[in-house]
Structures are given as C-alpha cells and as structure tokens.
Antibody, heavy 122, light 112 residues
C-alpha cells in the first residue's frame, strides 16, 4: 500500500524557519516526481514545489522562491521542504503528493500525505 | 502562469441527477508530442487531502466510480458526475500540470 506520512509543521513566528518531512513507503520512491501543495484555511489548493526523481530538477511557485527548498533522499525514501523567512501568508496545511505515473512527464497526484498545518504568527 | 477558471463556484444537484463542472485554462494544456491534455480533476472532502479522479483530462483513476467522467481538450474541460450520490458531496478542483507553476482552479462545491 502506498503511504505518505508527514511530520513537522506547527506554530512559528514570522521570519522563522521550519522543515517538513514526508516519509514514503509501498512504492519505488526514486521513480516518481514528488510535490508539495498547500491549502490556506478555507481556501483552494496551491502548488508549492516539485522535484524530479533524481533531484536534478526543482521548480517553485514564485511566492516561495528563495525562501523554500525542496529536497529528497532516495535512500531514506523521504521528501523534505525547508521553509525559511516564513510569512503570515504561508499559513496553510501543507501536503506532500506523488505523481500518478512513474514518468519523465508530470501527471496528476494519485497519492497524498495526511497534511500538516503550518501557522505563522507572533 | 496558466490561470484555471472553474464554473460554477457551487451547484446543488438532486440525488441521481447529473452534475457538470467546467474548467477553462488561459492557454492550451494539450501537449502536441503525445497528444495528451495535462489536466487532472480532484475531489476533496472536509478534513481530507484531495483525491485524484481523472488525469490526462479523461483517464479515470483506478477505483474511481464510472459515474465520474472527464472530457475536453485544449483549453476547455468538463467533469461530469452522471448520477449524483450522497457521498459525492465535496469540493472539486481541476489542475493543469502542463507548465510550472502548476495551477489549480478555484474549486466547485457540489451539494445535494
């Protein structure tokens, strides 16, 4: 069974840092693009970042460029999101997500983590 | 950035009736080299992560009931629930994965 189990998150002050983790199991982690998607309270979905199978390509939404870093460890089967210089507008539930197809092409997200709430507030 | 516009924002449908949700992209998401539309549909219920229903605009994800179908190409897409069931009450999102930033529609709330 495919599982994505998230950890990290919590309350942080503006300007602070946080690291989210996503532990994958039940599939060949190194074969899939992985992504982070967030959802502000009561709002829609916003793609944050993704990373290629071997970590050689990473893409970010403009609002987090230079502040967030996505990474992966294919030995530990884990995905990470390092978030620095956090702002109030980064407050959201963050999800890790796996592409549906093991491919060079992106595809829809067939598997999602349970989500973790990040609250940026003083 | 490709802007995804969903309509309507919400709709109320009787049990057993058809529900139709539209999604329009600001530019084509049809990839000419493989003739696939890089468009997905998701269902999200309160307190849960989204669930993939459809990808490549019309390919149903494994395990998704066949009352859910996707259609369209280029810039105009539709998600149809042919016979609404009580468990289909949710918010539905479209997403383009053609070009970064990968963007979602604003969502459509489906109620009974």
């Amino acid at each position: 069974e495919v599982q994505l189990v998230q950890s990290g998150g919590g309350l942080v002050q503006p300007g602070g840092s946080l690291r989210l983790s996503c532990a994958a199991s039940g599939f060949t982690f190194s074969s899939f693009w992985m992504s982070w998607v967030r959802q502000a309270p009561g709002k829609g979905l916003e793609w944050v970042a993704n990373i290629k199978q071997d970590g050689s390509e990473k893409y970010y939404v403009d609002s987090v460029k230079g502040r967030f870093t996505v990474s992966r460890d294919n030995v530990k089967n884990s995905l990470y999101l390092q978030m620095n210089s956090l702002r109030a507008e980064d407050t959201a539930v963050y999800y890790c997500a796996r592409d549906s197809i093991a491919s060079a092409f992106w595809s829809g997200y067939s598997n999602w983590g349970q989500g973790t709430l990040v609250t940026v507030s003083s | 950035e490709i802007v995804m516009t969903q309509s309507p924002d919400s709709l109320a449908v009787s049990l057993g009736e058809r529900a139709t949700i539209n999604c329009k992209s600001s530019q084509s998401v049809l990839y000419s080299s493989n003739n696939k539309n890089f468009l997905a549909w998701y269902q999200q219920k309160p307190g849960q992560p989204p669930k993939l229903l459809i990808y490549w605009a019309s390919t149903r994800e494994s395990g998704v009931p066949d009352r859910f179908s996707g259609s369209g190409s280029g810039t105009d897409f539709t998600l149809t629930i042919s016979s609404l069931q009580a468990e289909d009450v949710a918010v539905y999102f479209c997403q383009q994965y053609y070009h970064t930033p990968l963007t979602f529609g604003g969502g459509t709330r489906v109620e009974i």
